[in-house]
């Protein structure tokens, strides 16, 4: 009984999405920007090809760890393939060298360009940007709010 049961749970667990492979972790690029605009997050995008050995690395162990860490529940997050995507991946690379890490956040003006990095990153300095990106938002939130709550209040005058 305990074997098909445990059977059992494997199977569902195999079938069911989890929190990592749909929402917080790696999307389409449109999927991530529609995310983004919806939710005010950052976007933060991996541009690179499956032959990049630094690529790979990125990929399947640097993103995972911050994924497991939560550093991504609070980004937009996809992978760009430079080989499948390569329009795409032309308008967010600045050079030809991969991997690229990019990160957008929200502005009053639109979207700006926050870090971008070429090569291998490490997990500390991914959450560091991260934490620079939505700091940087929640004090432009602030600024805008504090200027129409001002604005607000002289035309009360």
Request: net charge neutral; aromatic share 4%.
């Amino acid at each position: 009984m305990t074997a098909l049961t445990l059977a059992v749970v494997m199977q569902v667990a195999l079938a069911a999405p989890t929190d990592a492979h749909t929402k917080r972790g790696a999307q389409t690029y449109t999927a991530a920007y529609q995310q983004s605009k919806e939710e005010g997050q950052p976007l933060l995008v991996l541009v690179g090809a499956d032959w990049c050995p630094a690529c790979r690395t990125m990929k399947q162990s640097v993103m995972p760890q911050a994924a497991s860490q939560g550093v991504l529940d609070r980004v937009a997050f996809a992978q760009v393939n430079t080989d499948n995507e390569p329009g795409i991946a032309r308008q967010l690379m600045r050079g030809g060298s991969i991997p690229q890490l990019v990160l957008y956040r929200k502005t009053a003006d639109g979207w700006q360009l926050s870090q971008r990095w070429v090569g291998a990153q490490s997990i500390e300095t991914i959450r560091s940007a991260v934490d620079g990106a939505l700091a940087a938002q929640a004090e432009e939130k602030s600024n805008t709010q504090l200027t129409q709550t001002a604005a607000e209040g002289q035309a009360g005058r």
